[in-house]
């Protein structure tokens, strides 16, 4: 046992610690040339270049309203399927989960293509909206999957405990439910931001340009910017799902059953 | 009124999946144009361009998902114990922080011609020049696109497998070992019939997706061969609109065939299931 936890230590540092520990050096320093012996130069302006930049700060924006409004859509279909499918021992559940899932196996890039030119048509293109929408494409199913099972893991006991306790349908939700799928809440948040802030084709095609996200600006930066400066934008790009997070495990402090003192008493 | 309630939660969901149904349709509309039928499809088995590129991208995707999967169980099996653990478990899934595009440019930085491993390779005097380093960036082989891949989602077969095996339980060991089996055997016979559903489950999601996802190929790929969702980009905003029905087309046969893909592996899964409750091996 012990040698094994060494060497999975050694393999979770070189393979999953080390590349992220590598960008924050490089991100920090000026580029390595060790041949000249570079070395490690520390160096903050690669930062201070990123942040100046205003197309960076309006397109962290954009990702941010972009992600979170793409995130509060999953929550509320998610976790009604996810409700629905648990609660229901009606026949062909497989049937109606097979097609709510299906979605993950379509190409983005064909659906993407092919609502342009819906979106042209009802004015969506080349919007925010737009956008959102297509980017609950590759996130949706997932997050059904994730309540599913994370309503699947509760059992239907502790629903019908409460409404045979006479509890109503949101008074369940938020007293029961939620709590319980506090763990499903976080993966979904998650996955759900990491998502769409990953799109870059579907953003294009169907901003056409106009709506910029962080990929759209990551992209071209690639072809002129210096080491040290795609290194601090790729950290940054870790930073906004972080941060996105945070706030998002500071609302579930909110609900109740929570550590903070003043929830327990309801 | 209840049954009525749950059937209503479910509307949101369906409303939703009109819209992936809708622009998938659209997209089939589209590529068959108003000539005779199913001419764009005979222009794309004309194509070597096409051909190339279909046939590259189903063996790239292929070796990074099978890589993935191999990697991640294997990584899953040896270390079960430790990565029920929250602080090891984290440490695994720091890849899922980033987009693919930034995982590929760290691979860029990494392995790159004129990347980290290439310097320490000619300051340790190991190779004369940078131009001895293999390349494995924007190459004919798509051995970038492979390793930003696989790098990125044995995270996510971790993450999918580790419920599974959190699921066995330890008596089924305790059989195998008191009925004389090894290893191999603890393998076969109890981990894989609860692996399976999910394996072949991973193996759609991540070969689908790498399949047909623009990003990676196209920061880390080269122009020639290319990866499909490269090839019917470029086709889509290309310099004349004739190509677009070719982009529709090419994405439409490629949803085809995994959608055939599926229907196999499920068909596999349900004869697999049916074998094991008629007690057959």
């Known amino acids: 046992m012990r040698s094994r936890k060494i060497s999975f230590s050694i393999i979770a540092c070189v393979f999953f610690v080390f590349p992220m520990i590598l960008l924050l050096l490089q991100s920090v320093s000026s580029p390595w040339r060790f041949q000249s012996e570079d070395g490690f130069t520390w160096q903050w302006t690669s930062y201070q270049k990123l942040l100046q930049d205003p197309m960076l700060w309006e397109a962290t924006l954009t990702s941010i309203v972009i992600g979170y409004a793409v995130l509060v859509i999953n929550f509320i279909i998610g976790l009604f399927t996810g409700k629905a499918l648990v609660s229901s021992p009606y026949k062909g559940k497989a049937w109606v989960e097979a097609i709510l899932l299906s979605p993950i196996l379509l190409p983005v890039l064909a ?17 925010l909206i737009g956008v959102i929408l297509l980017h609950l ?24 405990q409460s409404n045979i306790l006479g509890a109503g349908f949101w ?10 799928l506090r763990p499903a809440i976080r993966s979904l948040t998650f996955l759900t931001i990491v998502i769409s802030l990953s799109q870059y084709a579907i953003t294009a095609i169907i901003g056409g340009g106009r709506i910029l996200t962080l990929p759209l600006v990551f992209f071209p930066y690639m072809e002129n910017a210096n080491t040290s400066l795609m290194a601090a934008f790729s950290i940054w790009f870790a930073v906004i799902p972080v941060t996105m997070y945070i706030v998002i495990e500071l609302l579930i402090l909110l609900l109740p059953y929570s550590r903070l003192p003043w929830r327990n008493h309801r | 009124m209840k049954l009525f309630r749950n059937k209503i939660l479910l509307l949101p969901a369906f409303v939703f999946l009109a819209l992936p149904f809708y622009g998938f349709m659209t997209a089939i509309v589209q590529s068959l144009g108003n000539e005779e039928p199913l001419s764009h499809y005979w222009d794309l088995l004309d194509s070597d361009r096409f051909l190339a590129s279909i046939a590259f991208s189903i ?25 029920v653990q929250l602080s090891p478990r984290l440490r695994v899934w720091i890849p899922m922080l980033f987009p693919h595009f930034v995982w590929g440019y760290m691979v860029i930085l990494l392995l790159g011609e004129s990347g980290i491993f290439s310097q320490i390779a000619v300051v340790s005097g190991w190779m004369e020049s940078q131009a001895d380093f293999p390349i494995w960036t924007r190459d004919r082989y798509g051995i970038g696109i492979i390793i930003t891949y696989v790098w990125k989602e044995v995270p996510l077969v971790i993450l999918l497998l580790l419920p599974v095996y959190s699921s066995i339980r330890p008596e089924y060991y305790a059989l195998v070992d008191t009925l004389g089996g090894n290893g191999w055997n603890r393998f076969t016979t109890v981990e894989l019939p609860h692996l ?4 072949v489950e991973s193996f759609l999601i991540i070969f689908s997706f790498s399949l047909t996802a623009y990003e990676v190929p196209a920061l880390i790929g080269t122009t020639f061969p290319e990866m499909i969702s490269v090839l019917g980009y470029e086709w889509f905003y290309g310099s004349s609109w004739d190509d677009r029905p070719l982009a529709f087309a090419s994405m439409v046969s490629i949803s085809i065939f995994l959608l055939i893909l599926t229907i196999i592996g499920y068909t596999f899964l349900n004869r697999t299931r049916l074998k094991a409750m008629r007690g057959g091996k």
């Open chain 1, 111 to 127: 659906i993407a293509m092919g609502l342009h030119l819906l979106m042209i048509r009802i004015g969506l293109a080349d919007t």
């Open chain 1, 137 to 160: 494409v590759p996130t949706v199913p997932y997050s059904i999957k994730i309540f599913y099972n994370g309503y699947n893991q509760t059992g239907p006991a502790m629903m019908e």
């Open chain 1, 171 to 180: 008074t369940q939700i938020f007293t029961v439910e939620l709590p319980l």
């Open chain 2, 59 to 83: 063996r790239t995707a292929g070796i990074a998902t099978i890589l993935s999967i191999a990697i991640g169980l294997l990584l899953i099996r040896s270390f079960y114990k430790i990565l």
């Open chain 2, 196 to 199: 399976l559903p999910v394996l």
